[in-house]
């Protein structure tokens, strides 16, 4: 085959044939096709796109190019969930112990934060000792004994998307729906869960910047999952602003486990609990999304869920202690507390923004080989919406590193106070959807 000749066809707005994909796929991933090559490929992908088919194949080849897991041997039902990746996300940590309290097992790959956004695996290595990296045999043990386990995803997971990714990144070729909607469902498909929920962000922190383009990603995902025969649903959630008060590591794992004692902000109970109830309708536990709601709110508010939390962790070596007695384990050598220059409503300029600002606390990494500093991190003391008045505090940075001014100067350039107040909902949209 030839692959000049793919790329005129893909140029020319010409279809590619299963054969054609396949081959490209496989030759990508074994050298046989070099990076500019396929750098002219992917940027033809992004001004023509792929239609139904082609992305279907795609997808499949993406997946066959590593390894899948199989359930056998653990009860279901089973769920997984995504999330395009927030500033203070940590939904996945209160979503799984409220959906396996109701029975539904949650088999889940996660991913580390890199840049503005934070990453799962980061959050939960902050207990020291846990650990993302085990056995297939090991994770089924989990999900018997425990009810959910995440792992992390290692190199043998779909690895032409990771070769692919990789080049996207430095040709300006992420930003395009059949490549995003492709790279998500392969790394969800390769775990046989039957619901799939996608929180796809939608604002400054995020990949979609409006609700439209959101849509058609959205909708890209579930066409995806359905010729999987996969129960996607969709929520297109707001990301100019952060989720929750913490971002950091460990203060957004103490975050979870407050929430989980329904001790949580508006915010991110609203998206963790529909997120879970969309789940428990899509996997037969109940049969409305209101009753649904209703009950995980309840179960929330008690705290019956959260020890799903606590013996996840430990199951996996980690010492969860150390959330427990916050205070003592995650001390800083700076705690910066950023006040209000004048009275008003507080929103921030844009989730992204605090997001940087966390990473350059210590909380995040530039460069995937940087380390991190779990205790780093941001708390906001007043978040979109509250009022606030002049001289109280809006956030608190933590940090061990020694560069006071300039963390205080980019917190306050984060800060807007204004009359009016900011009400956009957490959730801007669902898309159901059932096979
Ligand atoms: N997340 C992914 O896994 N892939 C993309 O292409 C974009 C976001």
């Not at 020890?307 to 969860?320: C, I, M, N, P, R």
């Not at 080989?369 to 780093?376: G, H, L, N, P």
């Amino acid at each position: 085959m030839n692959f000049t000749s793919i790329i005129n066809k893909k140029k020319n707005k010409i279809n590619l044939t299963s054969k054609e994909i396949t081959w490209l796929v496989e030759s990508f991933l074994n050298g046989q096709i070099k990076d500019y090559q396929m750098s002219s490929f992917l940027m033809a992908v992004w001004f023509n796109g792929m239609n139904d088919e082609e992305l279907a194949v795609f997808t499949e080849n993406l997946i066959n190019s590593g390894i899948t897991y199989d359930l056998d041997g653990v009860e279901g039902p089973f769920a997984d969930k995504h999330s395009t990746g927030g500033v203070g996300d940590k939904t996945s940590l209160i979503f799984a112990p409220l959906v396996a309290h109701f029975g539904v097992k949650v088999s889940k790959l996660s991913g580390r934060g890199l840049g503005q956004t934070g990453g799962t695996i980061d959050k939960l290595e902050s207990c020291k000792g846990w650990t993302g990296e085990i056995e297939e045999q090991r994770f089924k043990e989990i999900l018997n004994t425990v009810g959910m386990s995440i792992m992390s995803q290692s190199k043998n997971v779909v690895p032409a998307d990771k070769k692919l990714y990789a080049l996207r990144d430095v040709t300006g070729t992420v930003d395009s729906v059949p490549l995003i909607a492709s790279s998500i469902m392969s790394k969800k498909l390769i775990i046989p869960a039957q619901s799939i929920i996608l929180d796809v962000k939608v604002g400054s922190g995020a990949f979609m910047k409006d609700l439209q383009s959101a849509e058609v990603l959205a909708n890209t995902m579930i066409s995806i999952g359905k010729s999987h025969n996969r129960n996607v649903s969709v929520m297109l959630t707001n990301m100019d602003r952060p989720l929750g008060r913490a971002i950091g590591n460990a203060i957004e794992v103490k975050e979870a486990w407050e929430t989980l004692h329904g001790k949580g902000p508006d915010d991110l109970n609203e998206l963790c609990v529909t997120a879970a109830a969309i789940t428990l309708v899509n996997t037969k536990k109940f049969s409305s999304l209101d009753e649904a709601k209703q009950k995980v709110y309840e179960v929330l508010k008690s705290g019956e869920a959260a020890h799903f939390l606590k013996d996840f962790v430990e199951a996996q070596s980690g010492d969860f202690s150390l959330i427990e007695n916050y205070s003592k384990n995650f001390l800083t050598l700076h705690k910066i507390e950023v006040v209000a220059k004048k009275e008003g409503y507080v929103s921030f300029k844009s989730a992204e923004g605090l997001g940087y600002l966390s990473m350059k606390l210590g909380a995040g990494r530039e460069r995937a080989e940087d380390t991190i500093d779990f205790s780093a991190g941001i708390y906001l003391n007043k978040t979109n919406g509250d009022f606030v008045k002049k001289d109280e505090v809006v956030m608190t940075l933590f940090t061990n590193i020694s560069n006071n001014d300039e963390f205080l100067n980019e917190a306050n350039d984060q800060i807007v106070i204004s009359d009016k107040k900011d009400d956009t909902p957490v959730i801007l949209k669902l898309i159901l959807n059932s096979n």
